[in-house]
């Protein structure tokens, strides 16, 4: 299968384009400059384009089975008004513009799998989430709402819409981790705020396995929960990566601190969501990496 993808030369983007292609996929890479593109691997290919904005990349998707959208301003640093409008319009125009490039009812479908996060729950304390729980309306979870929409769309053209809601993923060099080992390597890494807050995760090696199950089962469409159906308390994640590190895991971030720092986006951390994958359990997906302590183990080489 031909599958282009948008946000392929980044942390997730490099696992799943590494494991799609072990299934004998063809991927296109879209970048916003070649300048950077070092060589060509087998199976690889790179096309030059920016995905915000309308062009003549659009073209190319009529030739390819499937596209991956993995676009979008990264959510991890101060809401700024500015930055807030990076991580709406990384998003949504992208969707937009990759929609709009689907031809109507081709003769062969085309399959369109766009990311959305679990932010799109909102704060629900313990309550458990799965796929048909309702939106929250935080600025999150509106743009969530706003971008699964605009993805949605696609089907009016034939297209299969899937949907793909992330946890918080957990890889070396990079993503979430990227940021909290060294702290722990430090020792002032531990729980934040209360530590009772639920986060949901999934090892990138799971989250590229689920990519390679959801093109082996069309039937599939619609939202789909991409995390480990163990989500835990943030004080966990913390002792699990401190005995990882064999660090200490006990300095903690105070709650008014974090806020300060990181104003509105602390209430994303503060708070988090418990979510259940549960289209994936129903369907026989087995998580290779379900535990924090297996998966933190794994990713830290301890």
């Known amino acids: 299968m031909k599958i282009l993808m948008t946000g392929g030369t980044g942390f997730v983007g490099k696992q799943l384009t590494s494991r799609l292609i072990q299934d004998g996929h063809e991927m296109t890479i879209l970048t ?7 060589g060509s691997s087998p199976g690889i290919s790179y096309l030059e384009g920016d995905p915000t904005q309308k062009g003549s990349w659009q073209e190319a998707i009529k030739t390819h089975s499937a596209v991956i959208n993995l676009a979008g301003a990264s959510i991890f640093s101060k809401w ?14 992208t969707t937009q513009n990759i929609v709009e490039g689907i031809p109507s009812h081709p003769e062969a479908k085309i399959t ?28 999150l979870a509106r743009i969530a709402l706003e971008w699964e929409g605009e993805a949605l769309k696609a ?3 034939g297209a299969r819409v899937v949907i793909t809601r992330f946890g918080i993923v957990m890889g070396e060099k990079g993503g979430a981790l990227g940021q909290m080992i060294p702290l722990f390597k430090k020792y002032i890494g531990g729980p934040i705020g209360s530590g009772k807050q639920w986060f949901s995760w999934v090892h990138i090696k799971d989250l590229a396995e689920a990519f390679a199950f959801l093109l082996k089962h069309p039937e599939i469409s619609g939202p789909v929960n991409v995390c480990s159906p163990n989500p835990v308390r943030n004080k966990d994640l913390a002792r699990a990566l401190g005995k990882a590190l ?13 806020k300060l720092v990181l104003g509105e986006f ?29 998966a933190l183990q794994s990713i830290t080489g301890q």
């Open 32 to 38: 916003r400059s070649l300048k950077g593109v070092r």
């Open 80 to 93: 700024t008004e500015e930055h807030k409008k990076a991580i709406r319009e990384s998003r949504v125009s």
């Open 112 to 139: 369109l799998f766009s990311t959305s996060a679990v932010g799109y729950y909102g704060f629900c304390g313990d309550e458990e989430l799965v796929e048909d729980s309702p939106p929250g309306n935080d600025f």
């Open 155 to 157: 089907r009016d053209k």
């Open 246 to 258: 064999r660090k200490p895991s006990f300095m903690p971030a105070p709650g008014f601190m974090i």
């Open 266 to 294: 602390g209430s994303v951390i503060l708070k988090g969501q418990r979510v259940i994958p549960k289209r994936l359990l129903d369907k026989g997906f087995v998580f290779q990496y379900a535990d924090i302590d297996q």
